[in-house]
Protein backbone atom coordinates (compact mmCIF):
# COMPACT_ATOMS: atom_id res chain seq x y z
CA UNK A 1 0.00 0.00 0.00
CA UNK A 2 1.44 3.98 -1.35
CA UNK A 3 2.43 6.05 2.16
CA UNK A 4 1.20 9.34 1.20
CA UNK A 5 3.53 12.41 3.29
CA UNK A 6 4.08 11.47 6.36
CA UNK A 7 2.66 14.31 9.32
CA UNK A 8 3.66 12.33 12.24
CA UNK A 9 1.67 14.30 14.76
CA UNK A 10 -1.80 13.13 13.09
CA UNK A 11 -3.33 11.09 15.42
CA UNK A 12 -4.48 7.43 14.33
CA UNK A 13 -7.62 7.26 13.18
CA UNK A 14 -7.17 3.26 13.23
CA UNK A 15 -8.69 2.78 16.20
CA UNK A 16 -12.06 4.60 15.74
CA UNK A 17 -11.76 3.55 12.20
CA UNK A 18 -11.83 0.20 13.28
CA UNK A 19 -14.27 0.22 15.76
CA UNK A 20 -16.80 1.91 13.44
CA UNK A 21 -15.77 2.77 9.64
CA UNK A 22 -19.37 4.06 9.33
CA UNK A 23 -19.35 6.75 11.98
CA UNK A 24 -15.46 7.85 11.39
CA UNK A 25 -16.53 8.45 7.58
CA UNK A 26 -19.67 10.32 8.96
CA UNK A 27 -17.21 12.28 11.30
CA UNK A 28 -14.72 13.40 8.95
CA UNK A 29 -17.03 14.17 5.90
CA UNK A 30 -18.65 16.69 8.04
CA UNK A 31 -15.42 18.35 9.31
CA UNK A 32 -13.87 19.74 6.13
CA UNK A 33 -13.97 19.70 2.68
CA UNK A 34 -10.54 17.92 2.71
CA UNK A 35 -9.27 16.04 5.50
CA UNK A 36 -5.97 14.85 6.65
CA UNK A 37 -5.82 11.34 8.22
CA UNK A 38 -3.64 8.44 9.03
CA UNK A 39 -4.43 4.60 9.53
CA UNK A 40 -1.09 3.48 11.47
CA UNK A 41 1.65 3.91 9.09
CA UNK A 42 -0.83 4.83 6.28
CA UNK A 43 -1.54 8.69 5.58
CA UNK A 44 -4.29 10.01 3.02
CA UNK A 45 -7.19 12.28 2.33
CA UNK A 46 -10.51 12.03 3.17
CA UNK A 47 -12.74 14.23 0.86
CA UNK A 48 -16.05 16.03 2.46
CA UNK A 49 -17.76 18.11 -0.29
CA UNK A 50 -19.85 17.01 -2.98
CA UNK A 51 -17.70 20.13 -4.86
CA UNK A 52 -14.65 18.54 -4.14
CA UNK A 53 -15.73 15.06 -4.62
CA UNK A 54 -17.11 15.61 -8.40
CA UNK A 55 -13.39 17.32 -9.32
CA UNK A 56 -12.15 14.32 -8.19
CA UNK A 57 -14.19 11.32 -9.58
CA UNK A 58 -14.09 13.20 -12.76
CA UNK A 59 -10.45 13.64 -13.32
CA UNK A 60 -9.63 9.99 -13.59
CA UNK A 61 -5.87 10.92 -14.93
CA UNK A 62 -4.97 12.56 -11.60
CA UNK A 63 -7.05 10.48 -9.56
CA UNK A 64 -6.67 6.43 -10.08
CA UNK A 65 -7.73 4.02 -8.41
CA UNK A 66 -6.79 3.71 -5.00
CA UNK A 67 -5.44 0.55 -3.14
CA UNK A 68 -9.02 -1.09 -2.78
CA UNK A 69 -9.19 -1.96 -6.30
CA UNK A 70 -5.72 -4.13 -6.08
CA UNK A 71 -4.31 -7.03 -5.89
CA UNK A 72 -4.71 -7.06 -2.52
CA UNK A 73 -8.49 -6.32 -2.74
CA UNK A 74 -11.18 -6.07 -5.68
CA UNK A 75 -8.24 -7.10 -8.38
CA UNK A 76 -7.92 -10.43 -6.48
CA UNK A 77 -10.74 -11.40 -7.60
CA UNK A 78 -11.62 -9.25 -10.35
CA UNK A 79 -8.12 -9.08 -12.19
CA UNK A 80 -8.05 -6.28 -14.52
CA UNK A 81 -11.24 -5.34 -15.77
CA UNK A 82 -13.26 -2.56 -15.81
CA UNK A 83 -13.77 -2.06 -11.97
CA UNK A 84 -9.94 -2.57 -11.22
CA UNK A 85 -8.19 -1.11 -14.05
CA UNK A 86 -6.63 2.25 -15.20
CA UNK A 87 -5.45 4.86 -18.02
CA UNK A 88 -5.25 2.91 -21.44
CA UNK A 89 -6.29 -0.44 -20.24
CA UNK A 90 -9.16 0.41 -18.49
CA UNK A 91 -9.71 2.32 -22.02
CA UNK A 92 -9.68 -0.73 -23.72
CA UNK A 93 -11.82 -3.18 -21.39
CA UNK A 94 -14.26 -0.52 -22.04
CA UNK A 95 -13.98 -0.63 -25.89
CA UNK A 96 -14.13 -4.02 -25.60
CA UNK A 97 -17.33 -4.44 -23.19
CA UNK A 98 -19.56 -0.89 -25.18
CA UNK A 99 -20.85 -3.67 -28.01
CA UNK A 100 -22.63 -5.09 -25.57
CA UNK A 101 -23.82 -2.67 -23.58
CA UNK A 102 -25.72 -0.82 -25.86
CA UNK A 103 -28.92 1.26 -25.13
CA UNK A 104 -31.54 -1.52 -27.29
CA UNK A 105 -29.93 -4.81 -25.28
CA UNK A 106 -30.46 -2.73 -21.99
CA UNK A 107 -33.98 -1.59 -23.51
CA UNK A 108 -34.97 -5.35 -23.73
CA UNK A 109 -33.67 -6.04 -20.82
CA UNK A 110 -36.57 -5.90 -18.85
CA UNK A 111 -38.35 -8.75 -21.15
CA UNK A 112 -35.12 -11.38 -19.88
CA UNK A 113 -35.88 -10.41 -16.32
CA UNK A 114 -39.28 -11.10 -16.11
CA UNK A 115 -39.52 -14.93 -16.78
CA UNK A 116 -37.01 -14.91 -13.93
CA UNK A 117 -38.91 -12.68 -11.86
CA UNK A 118 -42.10 -15.05 -12.63
CA UNK A 119 -39.89 -17.98 -11.41
CA UNK A 120 -38.82 -15.94 -7.82
CA UNK A 121 -42.72 -14.86 -7.13
CA UNK A 122 -43.67 -18.56 -7.56
CA UNK A 123 -40.54 -19.34 -5.41
CA UNK A 124 -42.32 -16.80 -3.05
CA UNK A 125 -45.42 -18.62 -2.92
CA UNK A 126 -44.05 -21.89 -1.71
CA UNK A 127 -42.52 -19.74 0.98
CA UNK A 128 -45.90 -18.50 2.06
CA UNK A 129 -47.62 -21.52 2.60
CA UNK A 130 -44.52 -23.04 4.43
CA UNK A 131 -44.66 -19.77 6.59
CA UNK A 132 -40.70 -20.67 7.66
CA UNK A 133 -38.74 -17.74 8.00
CA UNK A 134 -35.83 -17.25 5.74
CA UNK A 135 -32.76 -15.87 4.68
CA UNK A 136 -34.07 -12.57 2.32
CA UNK A 137 -30.61 -11.43 1.25
CA UNK A 138 -29.44 -14.91 0.50
CA UNK A 139 -32.52 -14.69 -1.21
CA UNK A 140 -32.23 -11.94 -3.30
CA UNK A 141 -28.25 -13.00 -4.34
CA UNK A 142 -29.41 -16.13 -5.45
CA UNK A 143 -31.89 -14.85 -7.74
CA UNK A 144 -30.40 -11.85 -8.82
CA UNK A 145 -27.31 -14.12 -9.80
CA UNK A 146 -29.76 -15.84 -11.93
CA UNK A 147 -30.92 -12.75 -13.72
CA UNK A 148 -27.41 -11.66 -14.33
CA UNK A 149 -26.24 -15.09 -15.36
CA UNK A 150 -29.08 -15.41 -17.95
CA UNK A 151 -28.95 -11.73 -19.11
CA UNK A 152 -25.20 -11.88 -19.78
CA UNK A 153 -24.21 -15.11 -20.20
CA UNK A 154 -27.11 -16.85 -21.78
CA UNK A 155 -27.00 -19.35 -19.00
CA UNK A 156 -28.99 -18.98 -15.36
CA UNK A 157 -27.40 -22.10 -13.70
CA UNK A 158 -23.68 -22.32 -15.51
CA UNK A 159 -23.23 -25.55 -13.80
CA UNK A 160 -21.46 -24.45 -10.62
CA UNK A 161 -24.07 -21.94 -9.35
CA UNK A 162 -23.63 -22.94 -5.75
CA UNK A 163 -20.11 -22.79 -6.31
CA UNK A 164 -20.44 -18.88 -7.88
CA UNK A 165 -23.19 -18.25 -4.96
CA UNK A 166 -20.48 -18.87 -2.47
CA UNK A 167 -17.83 -17.13 -3.87
CA UNK A 168 -20.04 -13.97 -4.41
CA UNK A 169 -20.65 -14.19 -0.97
CA UNK A 170 -17.40 -14.61 0.80
CA UNK A 171 -16.18 -11.90 -1.59
CA UNK A 172 -18.79 -9.51 0.02
CA UNK A 173 -18.71 -10.30 3.41
CA UNK A 174 -14.73 -11.02 3.95
CA UNK A 175 -13.23 -8.37 1.18
CA UNK A 176 -14.77 -4.84 2.73
CA UNK A 177 -13.09 -1.51 1.95
CA UNK A 178 -12.19 -1.47 5.52
CA UNK A 179 -10.66 -4.51 6.00
CA UNK A 180 -8.27 -3.18 3.35
CA UNK A 181 -7.24 -0.63 5.32
CA UNK A 182 -6.84 -2.80 8.39
CA UNK A 183 -5.03 -4.90 7.09
CA UNK A 184 -2.53 -2.91 5.53
CA UNK A 185 -1.25 -2.40 9.01
CA UNK A 186 -1.32 -6.42 10.08
CA UNK A 187 2.39 -8.27 9.93
CA UNK A 188 2.93 -9.81 6.47
CA UNK A 189 1.91 -13.51 8.09
CA UNK A 190 -1.60 -12.46 9.19
CA UNK A 191 -2.12 -10.85 5.69
CA UNK A 192 -0.94 -14.35 4.45
CA UNK A 193 -3.57 -16.11 6.70
CA UNK A 194 -6.28 -13.72 4.84
CA UNK A 195 -5.08 -13.98 1.90
CA UNK A 196 -5.06 -17.58 1.75
CA UNK A 197 -8.87 -17.72 1.92
CA UNK A 198 -9.12 -15.30 -1.27
CA UNK A 199 -6.56 -17.74 -2.93
CA UNK A 200 -8.92 -20.16 -2.72
CA UNK A 201 -12.09 -18.55 -3.68
CA UNK A 202 -10.43 -17.10 -6.57
CA UNK A 203 -9.43 -20.66 -7.64
CA UNK A 204 -13.03 -22.02 -7.22
CA UNK A 205 -13.99 -18.66 -9.08
CA UNK A 206 -11.74 -19.66 -12.18
CA UNK A 207 -12.99 -23.46 -12.62
CA UNK A 208 -16.50 -21.97 -12.91
CA UNK A 209 -15.85 -19.33 -15.46
CA UNK A 210 -13.36 -20.99 -17.86
CA UNK A 211 -16.12 -23.66 -17.63
CA UNK A 212 -18.59 -20.98 -19.01
CA UNK A 213 -15.91 -19.89 -21.31
CA UNK A 214 -14.71 -23.03 -22.93
CA UNK A 215 -18.74 -24.09 -22.79
CA UNK A 216 -19.48 -21.14 -24.73
CA UNK A 217 -16.25 -20.56 -26.83
CA UNK A 218 -17.67 -21.62 -30.14
CA UNK A 219 -21.63 -19.89 -29.77
CA UNK A 220 -21.83 -17.29 -31.79
CA UNK A 221 -25.13 -16.09 -30.14
CA UNK A 222 -23.37 -15.93 -26.75
CA UNK A 223 -21.26 -12.72 -25.57
CA UNK A 224 -18.52 -15.37 -24.43
CA UNK A 225 -18.22 -16.43 -28.15
CA UNK A 226 -18.56 -13.33 -30.21
CA UNK A 227 -15.54 -12.07 -28.16
CA UNK A 228 -13.47 -14.75 -28.82
CA UNK A 229 -14.14 -14.74 -32.47
CA UNK A 230 -13.44 -11.40 -32.50
CA UNK A 231 -10.23 -9.12 -32.71
CA UNK A 232 -11.07 -6.71 -29.64
CA UNK A 233 -9.76 -8.85 -26.50
CA UNK A 234 -6.77 -9.50 -28.48
CA UNK A 235 -5.73 -6.02 -29.01
CA UNK A 236 -6.30 -5.46 -25.54
CA UNK A 237 -4.21 -8.63 -23.93
CA UNK A 238 -2.34 -10.68 -26.97
CA UNK A 239 -1.08 -12.75 -24.91
CA UNK A 240 -3.79 -14.06 -22.48
CA UNK A 241 -6.92 -13.24 -24.48
CA UNK A 242 -8.40 -15.72 -22.62
CA UNK A 243 -7.53 -14.80 -19.19
CA UNK A 244 -9.01 -11.07 -19.96
CA UNK A 245 -12.53 -12.69 -21.27
CA UNK A 246 -12.00 -14.02 -17.52
CA UNK A 247 -11.51 -10.67 -16.00
CA UNK A 248 -14.29 -9.43 -17.67
CA UNK A 249 -17.21 -11.71 -16.72
CA UNK A 250 -15.64 -12.41 -13.05
CA UNK A 251 -16.26 -8.60 -12.99
CA UNK A 252 -19.87 -8.51 -14.85
CA UNK A 253 -20.74 -11.49 -12.12
CA UNK A 254 -19.22 -9.81 -9.34
CA UNK A 255 -20.13 -6.03 -9.37
CA UNK A 256 -23.44 -7.41 -10.72
CA UNK A 257 -24.61 -9.53 -8.20
CA UNK A 258 -23.95 -8.58 -4.43
CA UNK A 259 -24.59 -4.91 -5.33
CA UNK A 260 -27.98 -5.27 -6.44
CA UNK A 261 -29.24 -7.96 -4.30
CA UNK A 262 -28.55 -6.05 -1.29
CA UNK A 263 -30.47 -3.19 -2.68
CA UNK A 264 -33.09 -4.90 -3.42
CA UNK A 265 -33.22 -6.13 0.29
CA UNK A 266 -32.42 -3.24 1.61
CA UNK A 267 -35.97 -1.79 -0.30
CA UNK A 268 -37.75 -4.46 0.67
CA UNK A 269 -36.92 -4.38 4.47
CA UNK A 270 -37.26 -0.87 4.27
CA UNK A 271 -40.98 -0.96 3.22
CA UNK A 272 -41.91 -3.80 5.24
CA UNK A 273 -40.62 -1.80 7.94
CA UNK A 274 -42.46 1.45 7.02
CA UNK A 275 -46.07 0.32 6.09
CA UNK A 276 -47.39 3.65 5.12
CA UNK A 277 -44.63 4.17 2.72
CA UNK A 278 -45.23 0.60 1.46
CA UNK A 279 -49.56 1.35 1.80
CA UNK A 280 -48.71 4.19 -0.93
CA UNK A 281 -46.77 2.37 -3.16
CA UNK A 282 -49.46 -0.46 -3.30
CA UNK A 283 -51.97 2.55 -4.44
CA UNK A 284 -49.74 3.91 -6.73
CA UNK A 285 -49.63 0.68 -8.54
CA UNK A 286 -53.38 0.02 -8.31
CA UNK A 287 -54.32 3.80 -9.45
CA UNK A 288 -52.50 2.88 -12.67
CA UNK A 289 -52.26 -1.05 -12.81
CA UNK A 290 -49.04 -1.85 -15.27
CA UNK A 291 -49.87 -4.46 -17.71
CA UNK A 292 -46.28 -6.14 -17.45
CA UNK A 293 -43.99 -5.88 -14.25
CA UNK A 294 -41.31 -4.25 -16.99
CA UNK A 295 -44.10 -1.32 -17.36
CA UNK A 296 -43.42 -0.12 -13.62
CA UNK A 297 -39.19 1.01 -14.95
CA UNK A 298 -41.00 4.33 -15.97
CA UNK A 299 -40.17 6.42 -13.34
CA UNK A 300 -43.04 9.29 -14.32
CA UNK A 301 -45.91 6.67 -13.95
CA UNK A 302 -44.32 5.77 -10.90
CA UNK A 303 -42.91 8.29 -9.06
CA UNK A 304 -43.40 6.36 -5.28
CA UNK A 305 -41.51 3.96 -6.29
CA UNK A 306 -38.90 5.52 -7.98
CA UNK A 307 -38.31 7.74 -4.71
CA UNK A 308 -38.36 4.74 -2.58
CA UNK A 309 -35.70 3.08 -4.57
CA UNK A 310 -33.45 6.03 -4.54
CA UNK A 311 -33.91 6.86 -0.89
CA UNK A 312 -33.15 3.17 -0.24
CA UNK A 313 -29.88 3.72 -2.07
CA UNK A 314 -29.38 6.84 0.12
CA UNK A 315 -29.56 4.85 3.29
CA UNK A 316 -27.23 2.05 2.10
CA UNK A 317 -25.46 2.61 -0.72
CA UNK A 318 -24.06 -0.68 -1.86
CA UNK A 319 -20.69 0.61 -2.75
CA UNK A 320 -20.26 2.55 0.53
CA UNK A 321 -16.75 4.21 -0.03
CA UNK A 322 -14.14 4.48 -3.35
CA UNK A 323 -10.66 5.16 -2.80
CA UNK A 324 -8.34 6.98 -5.22
CA UNK A 325 -4.38 7.29 -5.33
CA UNK A 326 -3.10 10.53 -6.75
CA UNK A 327 -0.69 10.12 -10.14
CA UNK A 328 0.68 13.75 -9.54
CA UNK A 329 0.77 16.10 -7.09
CA UNK A 330 -2.52 18.43 -7.45
CA UNK A 331 -4.42 20.64 -4.81
CA UNK A 332 -7.98 19.90 -3.65
CA UNK A 333 -9.93 22.72 -1.79
CA UNK A 334 -6.94 24.31 -1.27
CA UNK A 335 -5.28 21.67 0.36
CA UNK A 336 -2.09 20.04 -1.53
CA UNK A 337 -1.92 16.65 -2.00
CA UNK A 338 0.83 14.44 -3.19
CA UNK A 339 1.83 12.03 -5.48
CA UNK A 340 0.96 9.10 -4.69
CA UNK A 341 -1.70 10.08 -1.76
CA UNK A 342 -4.84 7.68 -0.62
CA UNK A 343 -7.94 9.75 -1.16
CA UNK A 344 -11.05 8.10 0.39
CA UNK A 345 -14.37 9.51 -0.96
CA UNK A 346 -17.61 7.50 0.93
CA UNK A 347 -20.91 8.19 -0.45
CA UNK A 348 -22.41 6.84 2.68
CA UNK A 349 -20.93 9.72 5.07
CA UNK A 350 -22.09 12.17 2.09
CA UNK A 351 -25.80 10.69 2.16
CA UNK A 352 -26.01 10.57 5.47
CA UNK A 353 -24.48 14.99 6.11
CA UNK A 354 -27.87 17.01 7.20
CA UNK A 355 -26.96 19.81 5.34
CA UNK A 356 -27.76 17.73 2.18
CA UNK A 357 -30.38 15.53 3.33
CA UNK A 358 -32.07 16.75 6.61
CA UNK A 359 -32.91 13.88 9.18
CA UNK A 360 -30.48 12.10 7.27
CA UNK A 361 -31.09 8.75 9.18
CA UNK A 362 -34.59 8.72 8.56
CA UNK A 363 -36.56 6.86 5.33
CA UNK A 364 -38.55 9.49 3.73
CA UNK A 365 -39.09 9.03 0.54
CA UNK A 366 -40.65 11.98 -0.56
CA UNK A 367 -38.08 13.84 -0.44
CA UNK A 368 -36.47 12.61 -3.79
CA UNK A 369 -40.45 13.83 -5.06
CA UNK A 370 -39.95 17.74 -3.87
CA UNK A 371 -36.41 18.63 -5.86
CA UNK A 372 -33.45 16.83 -7.04
CA UNK A 373 -30.47 16.09 -4.63
CA UNK A 374 -27.81 19.21 -4.56
CA UNK A 375 -25.44 17.90 -7.44
CA UNK A 376 -22.70 15.78 -6.05
CA UNK A 377 -24.55 14.98 -2.92
CA UNK A 378 -25.93 12.07 -4.10
CA UNK A 379 -23.87 9.34 -5.75
CA UNK A 380 -24.90 5.56 -5.72
CA UNK A 381 -23.72 4.81 -8.66
CA UNK A 382 -20.25 7.20 -8.89
CA UNK A 383 -19.62 9.74 -10.35
CA UNK A 384 -17.81 10.95 -14.13
CA UNK A 385 -16.41 8.65 -16.77
CA UNK A 386 -16.42 5.76 -14.18
CA UNK A 387 -20.40 5.66 -13.42
CA UNK A 388 -21.37 2.56 -12.81
CA UNK A 389 -22.18 0.41 -16.23
CA UNK A 390 -24.71 -1.57 -14.41
CA UNK A 391 -26.99 1.14 -13.08
CA UNK A 392 -29.51 0.90 -15.79
CA UNK A 393 -29.90 -3.20 -15.29
CA UNK A 394 -29.71 -2.73 -11.49
CA UNK A 395 -32.57 -0.01 -11.48
CA UNK A 396 -34.73 -1.97 -13.73
CA UNK A 397 -34.21 -5.20 -11.71
CA UNK A 398 -34.70 -3.54 -8.23
CA UNK A 399 -38.03 -1.71 -9.56
CA UNK A 400 -39.92 -4.76 -10.91
CA UNK A 401 -38.85 -7.01 -8.73
CA UNK A 402 -39.86 -4.62 -5.79
CA UNK A 403 -43.23 -4.09 -7.47
CA UNK A 404 -43.86 -7.58 -7.72
CA UNK A 405 -43.56 -8.29 -4.36
CA UNK A 406 -44.87 -5.54 -2.45
CA UNK A 407 -48.00 -6.36 -4.25
CA UNK A 408 -48.59 -10.28 -3.74
CA UNK A 409 -46.96 -10.58 -0.27
CA UNK A 410 -46.54 -9.16 3.17
CA UNK A 411 -43.37 -9.39 4.43
CA UNK A 412 -42.42 -10.12 7.93
CA UNK A 413 -39.23 -8.77 9.39
CA UNK A 414 -40.07 -9.48 12.68
CA UNK A 415 -37.69 -7.36 15.24
CA UNK A 416 -36.24 -5.57 12.53
CA UNK A 417 -35.03 -2.17 13.30
CA UNK A 418 -36.65 0.52 11.53
CA UNK A 419 -33.09 2.31 11.34
CA UNK A 420 -30.64 -0.47 11.00
CA UNK A 421 -26.91 -0.56 10.82
CA UNK A 422 -24.58 -1.57 8.23
CA UNK A 423 -22.06 -4.22 8.36
CA UNK A 424 -18.53 -2.91 6.87
CA UNK A 425 -18.88 -5.64 4.61
CA UNK A 426 -18.16 -5.34 0.43
CA UNK A 427 -21.78 -5.04 -0.16
CA UNK A 428 -23.99 -2.84 2.23
CA UNK A 429 -25.13 -6.04 4.04
CA UNK A 430 -26.93 -5.99 8.08
CA UNK A 431 -25.04 -5.43 10.61
CA UNK A 432 -27.90 -7.99 12.61
CA UNK A 433 -29.83 -10.28 10.38
CA UNK A 434 -33.20 -11.05 11.25
CA UNK A 435 -35.08 -13.46 9.38
CA UNK A 436 -38.26 -12.71 6.83
CA UNK A 437 -41.66 -14.74 6.65
CA UNK A 438 -44.21 -13.74 3.97
CA UNK A 439 -48.15 -13.90 3.50
CA UNK A 440 -49.35 -14.01 0.07
CA UNK A 441 -52.21 -10.68 -0.04
CA UNK A 442 -56.09 -11.27 -0.33
CA UNK A 443 -56.46 -11.58 -4.30
CA UNK A 444 -53.03 -11.75 -5.04
C1 LIG B 1 -27.59 -1.27 -7.11
C2 LIG B 1 -26.63 -1.84 -7.84
C3 LIG B 1 -25.29 -1.23 -8.10
C4 LIG B 1 -24.62 -0.24 -7.43
C5 LIG B 1 -25.08 0.54 -6.20
C6 LIG B 1 -23.35 -0.04 -8.12
C7 LIG B 1 -22.42 0.92 -7.75
C8 LIG B 1 -21.28 1.21 -8.48
C9 LIG B 1 -20.37 2.29 -8.20
C10 LIG B 1 -20.50 3.26 -7.02
C11 LIG B 1 -19.39 2.28 -9.13
C12 LIG B 1 -18.23 3.27 -9.25
C13 LIG B 1 -17.08 2.88 -8.35
C14 LIG B 1 -15.93 3.87 -8.40
O1 LIG B 1 -16.03 4.93 -9.03
O2 LIG B 1 -14.89 3.55 -7.78
C15 LIG B 1 -19.67 1.17 -10.02
C16 LIG B 1 -18.90 0.82 -11.11
C17 LIG B 1 -19.17 -0.25 -11.92
N1 LIG B 1 -20.26 -1.09 -11.87
FE1 LIG B 1 -21.80 -0.94 -10.57
N2 LIG B 1 -23.27 -0.91 -9.17
C18 LIG B 1 -24.43 -1.65 -9.21
C19 LIG B 1 -24.77 -2.62 -10.14
C20 LIG B 1 -23.98 -3.02 -11.18
C21 LIG B 1 -24.34 -4.03 -12.16
C22 LIG B 1 -25.69 -4.77 -12.23
C23 LIG B 1 -23.25 -4.18 -13.00
C24 LIG B 1 -23.07 -5.08 -14.19
C25 LIG B 1 -23.87 -6.02 -14.57
C26 LIG B 1 -22.24 -3.23 -12.56
C27 LIG B 1 -21.02 -3.04 -13.17
C28 LIG B 1 -20.14 -2.02 -12.87
C29 LIG B 1 -18.91 -1.78 -13.61
C30 LIG B 1 -18.41 -2.61 -14.79
C31 LIG B 1 -18.30 -0.66 -13.03
C32 LIG B 1 -16.97 -0.03 -13.42
C33 LIG B 1 -17.16 1.16 -14.33
C34 LIG B 1 -15.81 1.76 -14.68
O3 LIG B 1 -14.98 1.99 -13.80
O4 LIG B 1 -15.60 2.02 -15.88
N3 LIG B 1 -22.71 -2.56 -11.46
N4 LIG B 1 -20.82 0.55 -9.62
Redesign the pocket.
Known sequence: MPHSSVHPTLPDALPDFARDPFAWLRSQAALAPVQRFRFGSLHGFMVGDPGVIIEV?RDIETFA?GPY?GQQGLGLMLGD???TSDGAR?RGV?RI?QPEWTAARAASAPSRFAPVLDDWCAGWDARADSGAPFDLLDDTRRWILRA?LR??LDDETCGGFEDLVEVVTRAEDGMGPAWLYLMANLSPAHVDRFRQGWTDGRARLDRVLYAIIDAQAASASTMVGRLLAGPALAEVEPLEPRRLLRDLIA??VL???G??A???YWVLYLLALHPAASQRLRDELAADPPSAWSDVIDRNRYPWLDACVQET?RLY???WF???LTTRPTTLAGVDIPDGAVVLLS?YALHRQPTWFPSPDAFQPERFLAAPPVRGSY?????????????P???Q??AMASAAFVTRFDIDMGSGDPTPQLAATGGARPRKPVAATLRRRAGA
Open positions: LKAGPVWRLVEFTIAGTTTSALLPSVFDRNLPFGFGPRYCMGAYALEI
